[in-house]
Each structure stands twice: as structure tokens, then as C-alpha cells.
């Protein structure tokens, strides 16, 4: 039986290394309840690019047919999160001149091209330009820089940057699959949106999530998002390490990491034993779990120094206050936030998907964040838009009424009800279009 195509619906479509997940939301009054859930084995991925698409294809529409039997719907558009090594950012800043001594949108549109007119290789496209604040004569820190009077206007933006042919892929996957992309966001911009704070971003943090292929970073400091990075190491080396560290098969060490497994050989009872299935039918051992744990550590404390490294190279390591937080399906690992907190010095946490309704206990797992993340960051977006029409609406109604003042000479009552029903049914029915 067909399913029925709503409006009211939202989906964000995570396409990891080892995992392929879309979840179902609906905008209410009070933010996002989660009405549908589909997850399925990844296998056309490596580090976070696509590989093999017809593996990728497969494992999408798994996914997608499971959320659309839970929510009970069609789905046919999505917000997809794109990651991988090739990404790269960059921060810019533009400039122009306001001609009538207000800013209006136009002119927000015209500095942020400003700021993006940087240099990009033809074998790079741009997949974000993130505004991070806005300057009107020299007075800095301005976040809505609309109606406000001045004759500068001046936007430092984020810029992040991908492979042409590994987004193409990726359309292409969700294509065949019969969805259409909506747009790509980048995992861990998602992933930020699901589980940091107001107060986190501003006072300064960084999420670090650790997925199967990639280790996500995205750095906020006063609200804005100065740096972002991907960095090609992630679970999956956890497990291919245990595998031969323990000689058994790749999906057997994924078992033994996700029962057993602890970053911190500290932390784990020496006496405590676990048993390690054979490879080719030979016969199950029974090792110390202390071992399993410190053949985990040294993985784990590299892939943290990494991301050390590239907090230092990011020029934002003093100015991240509260600290560290990590996500991602490998931070569930026991003794990751001690070892985290032992290598940075900073305080740390793990950070799970916040203010949610609906089935909120399903997702309530760090490994969902960046889906989860993408319907935050479709809502957000929408609601931005909606914003801008109301801002659209208000200046109509200031400009209708001065006209009617100047013909009537000031009796305004006349006809201004039937003008103003009229936008308001326009305006209900377009925004009514963006959901």
C-alpha cells in the first residue's frame, strides 16, 4: 500500500562509514519530535566517501523504507550530512558600501558574496558560507545586521569546501535511492546543532565526534563557528586493530570493542577475562580484558592527539572554555571522556541529542547526533526564513500605512483592513510552502 506524502515532515540522512540512518521529524511549537526511524549497515563508504554506489544505494533505501514504515509517510527530500578527508575550510571577510543608510537583506547577500569571492580550485565546490559576525562602522559583534543604519558594512564568514566528485557521488547515491537532496551539511556543523548549548558556544567549545570512518571538529567561540575539520581516522581503526591485535574476524572485534571495550587500561580490573572468538573455525580464547583495552588506548590517545593538534592550529585553544565535547557511535566507548579529559586538560563530556519529542528515547544516543543535527538544521533554517518573510511583511505594512497617510492626509482606516488581509493570506500561504 502507497504511503501518503506529508508536508509537516522533516528528514535528516546520515550516510556514515558503518552506518546509514534517517530519522523522521515534525516541527511543533516547541521544537522537534521524532515520529520515524531507519538504520542499515554501511558498506559502499571508506572514511567517509563514497566507494562502491550501488552498495550505498542499497543500504539508503534499507533505511529509508525502515523510517517510512515507522512514521508512516513517503519520503521523498532530505538533509544530508556530508564528511570525509577532503573537506576543508577556511575563514574570510568582505566589505561593501550601504547606498540608503540602511541594511537591508540585499545587502547582507551582497557582503556575504563578498567574503566568499576567495579562490577555490575547480576540483573544489563550496558547501557552506556560515556567517560568524557582522561590522557597521567599525562597531563589531553584530549578529542581525538588518534595519540597522550605517554606510560600512563589513561580514567575517566560515567557508567550508569539499571534493566536487565526492559530494556529486553522494547526490547521486541519494538519487538513485529515489530521494532528492535538499541540501549537504556538513556532519559535524549537524552535529553541533543536536548537542551543544547556547551557553557552550559561547563561552567557546569543541565537539569532536567520532564516527566509523571520519573524527568530525567543529570549534565555536562566541556563538559563531570559527573552525571546522575532518580528519580520516575513526572507529573502524579501533576495530581493525583489535582484530589483529586478538587474531579474529573484523566483525567479531566490532562485538568485543562495543561489549568490552575501554579506552583507559586503568580503569579495568586486571583479573576480569574475555573470550575471543577464532579465526576459520579454530577454537575460542579466553584473554585478559586488560589486554583488549591496551591495544584500544594507544588508537584512541592518537586519534585525540590529532585532534589536539588541529585545535592548536585552529589559533582557538585559549578561548574554548568549556571545554571538550565528544559524540559520535565511538565516544560511547567506556573511558573515553577520562582518557579525553587526561590528554587535553580541559573538562569534557559526552553529548547527546537535546530537547527532543516524540521518540526521543530512540535517538538518545550519542551515534545519532548528526542525524538528529540535520533536523535541527533544517528547522533552524526554516525558521530563519520565516524570520525574513515576517521582517518582508512588517516593512510592507510600515510603507503601506505612510501612503495611505499621504493620500489620505492622514485618515488611514480606509481600506487598509482589505490590503492587509490580502499579504497577511499571501504570507500564510508562503511560509505554509517552506514546511
Same mark, same amino acid.
Given at each position: 500500500?502507497?504511503?501518503?506524502?506529508?508536508?509537516?515532515?522533516?528528514?535528516?540522512?546520515?550516510?556514515? &562509514?558503518?552506518?546509514?540512518?534517517?530519522?523522521?521529524?515534525?516541527?511543533?511549537?516547541?521544537?522537534?519530535?521524532?515520529?520515524?526511524?531507519?538504520?542499515?549497515?554501511?558498506?559502499?563508504?571508506?572514511?567517509?566517501?563514497?566507494?562502491?554506489?550501488?552498495?550505498?544505494?542499497?543500504?539508503?533505501?534499507?533505511?529509508?523504507?525502515? @523510517?517510512?514504515?515507522?512514521?508512516?509517510?513517503?519520503?521523498?527530500?532530505?538533509?544530508?550530512?556530508?564528511?570525509?578527508?577532503?573537506?576543508?575550510?577556511?575563514?574570510?571577510?568582505?566589505?561593501?558600501?550601504?547606498?540608503?543608510?540602511?541594511?537591508?537583506?540585499?545587502?547582507?547577500?551582497?557582503?556575504?558574496?563578498?567574503?566568499?569571492?576567495?579562490?577555490?580550485?575547480?576540483?573544489?565546490?563550496?558547501?557552506?558560507?556560515?556567517?560568524?559576525?557582522?561590522?557597521?562602522?567599525?562597531?563589531?559583534?553584530?549578529?542581525?545586521?538588518?534595519?540597522?543604519?550605517?554606510?560600512?558594512?563589513?561580514?567575517?564568514?566560515?567557508?567550508?569546501?569539499?571534493?566536487?566528485?565526492?559530494?556529486?557521488?553522494?547526490?547521486?547515491?541519494?538519487?538513485?535511492?529515489?530521494?532528492?537532496? @535538499?541540501?549537504?551539511? /556538513?556532519?559535524?556543523?549537524?552535529?553541533?546543532?543536536?548537542? /551543544?548549548?547556547?551557553?557552550?558556544?559561547?563561552?567557546?567549545?569543541?565537539?569532536?565526534?567520532?564516527?566509523?570512518?571520519?573524527?568530525?571538529?567543529?570549534?565555536?567561540?562566541?556563538?559563531?563557528?570559527?573552525?571546522?575539520?575532518?580528519?580520516?581516522?575513526?572507529?573502524?581503526?579501533?576495530?581493525?586493530?583489535?582484530?589483529?591485535?586478538?587474531?579474529?574476524?573484523?566483525?567479531?572485534?566490532?562485538?568485543?570493542?562495543?561489549?568490552?571495550?575501554?579506552?583507559? @587500561?586503568?580503569?579495568?580490573?586486571?583479573?576480569?577475562?574475555?573470550?575471543?572468538?577464532?579465526?576459520?573455525?579454530?577454537?575460542?580464547?579466553?584473554?585478559?580484558?586488560?589486554?583488549?583495552?591496551?591495544?584500544?588506548?594507544?588508537?584512541?590517545?592518537?586519534?585525540?592527539?590529532?585532534?589536539?593538534?588541529?585545535?592548536?592550529?585552529?589559533?582557538?585553544?585559549?578561548?574554548?572554555?568549556?571545554?571538550?565535547?565528544?559524540?559520535?557511535?565511538?565516544?560511547?566507548?567506556?573511558?573515553?571522556?577520562?582518557?579525553?579529559?587526561?590528554?587535553?586538560?580541559?573538562?569534557?563530556?559526552?553529548?547527546?541529542?537535546?530537547?527532543?519529542?516524540?521518540?526521543?528515547?530512540?535517538?538518545?544516543?550519542?551515534?545519532?547526533?548528526? @542525524?538528529?543535527?540535520?533536523?535541527?538544521?533544517?528547522?533552524?533554517?526554516?525558521?530563519?526564513?520565516?524570520?525574513?518573510?515576517?521582517?518582508?511583511?512588517?516593512?510592507?505594512?510600515?510603507?503601506?500605512?505612510?501612503?495611505?497617510?499621504?493620500?489620505?492626509?492622514?485618515?488611514?482606516?480606509?481600506?487598509? &483592513?482589505?490590503?492587509?488581509?490580502?499579504?497577511?493570506?499571501?504570507?500564510?500561504?508562503?511560509?505554509?510552502?517552506?514546511?
Amino acid at each position: 500500500m502507497a504511503r501518503a506524502q506529508r508536508k509537516d515532515v522533516i528528514v535528516g540522512l546520515d550516510i556514515g &562509514t558503518t552506518k546509514i540512518c534517517a530519522i523522521v521529524g515534525e516541527t511543533t511549537e516547541n521544537g522537534i519530535d521524532i515520529v520515524g526511524i531507519g538504520t542499515h549497515p554501511s558498506s559502499g563508504l571508506r572514511k567517509g566517501v563514497v566507494i562502491n554506489i550501488d552498495s550505498t544505494v542499497e543500504s539508503i533505501k534499507k533505511a529509508i523504507e525502515e @523510517a517510512e514504515l515507522m512514521a508512516g509517510c513517503e519520503i521523498r527530500t532530505a538533509y544530508v550530512g556530508i564528511a570525509g578527508g577532503h573537506i576543508s575550510s577556511l575563514n574570510s571577510h568582505g566589505i561593501v558600501a550601504i547606498k540608503d543608510n540602511e541594511i537591508t537583506e540585499n545587502d547582507v547577500k551582497r557582503v556575504t558574496e563578498a567574503a566568499k569571492a576567495v579562490a577555490i580550485p575547480l576540483d573544489r565546490e563550496v558547501i557552506h558560507v556560515i556567517p560568524q559576525e557582522f561590522i557597521i562602522d567599525d562597531q563589531d559583534g553584530i549578529k542581525e545586521p538588518v534595519g540597522m543604519c550605517g554606510v560600512r558594512l563589513e561580514a567575517k564568514v566560515h567557508i567550508v569546501t569539499g571534493a566536487v566528485s565526492s559530494a556529486q557521488n553522494i547526490v547521486k547515491s541519494c538519487n538513485k535511492a529515489g530521494i532528492a537532496v @535538499a541540501e549537504l551539511v /556538513l556532519e559535524p556543523i549537524a552535529s553541533a546543532e543536536a548537542v /551543544l548549548t547556547a551557553d557552550e558556544r559561547e563561552l567557546g567549545v569543541v565537539l569532536v565526534d567520532i564516527g566509523g570512518g571520519t573524527t568530525d571538529i567543529a570549534i565555536y567561540s562566541q556563538s559563531s563557528l570559527v573552525h571546522t575539520a575532518v580528519l580520516a581516522v575513526g572507529g573502524n581503526h579501533i576495530t581493525n586493530d583489535i582484530a589483529v591485535g586478538l587474531r579474529t574476524p573484523q566483525n567479531e572485534a566490532e562485538k568485543i570493542k562495543l561489549k568490552h571495550g575501554c579506552a583507559m @587500561a586503568s580503569m579495568v580490573n586486571p583479573d576480569e577475562t574475555i573470550e575471543v572468538p577464532g579465526v576459520g573455525g579454530r577454537k575460542p580464547r579466553t584473554v585478559l580484558r586488560k589486554l583488549l583495552a591496551e591495544i584500544i588506548e594507544p588508537r584512541i590517545e592518537e586519534i585525540f592527539s590529532l585532534v589536539q593538534r588541529e585545535v592548536v592550529k585552529s589559533g582557538y585553544q585559549d578561548l574554548v572554555a568549556s571545554g571538550i565535547v565528544l559524540t559520535g557511535g565511538a565516544s560511547i566507548l567506556e573511558g573515553m571522556p577520562e582518557l579525553a579529559e587526561f590528554i587535553f586538560d580541559m573538562p569534557v563530556k559526552r553529548g547527546m541529542p537535546l530537547g527532543l519529542g516524540g521518540l526521543k528515547d530512540v535517538v538518545n544516543s550519542p551515534k545519532f547526533a548528526t @542525524a538528529v543535527g540535520l533536523l535541527r538544521y533544517m528547522a533552524n533554517k526554516t525558521a530563519g526564513r520565516a524570520k525574513g518573510a515576517g521582517r518582508m511583511f512588517a516593512k510592507f505594512q510600515t510603507g503601506k500605512v505612510q501612503a495611505r497617510e499621504k493620500s489620505a492626509g492622514g485618515n488611514v482606516s480606509e481600506g487598509l &483592513t482589505g490590503a492587509y488581509d490580502k499579504v497577511r493570506t499571501s504570507m500564510k500561504g508562503w511560509i505554509k510552502d517552506l514546511f
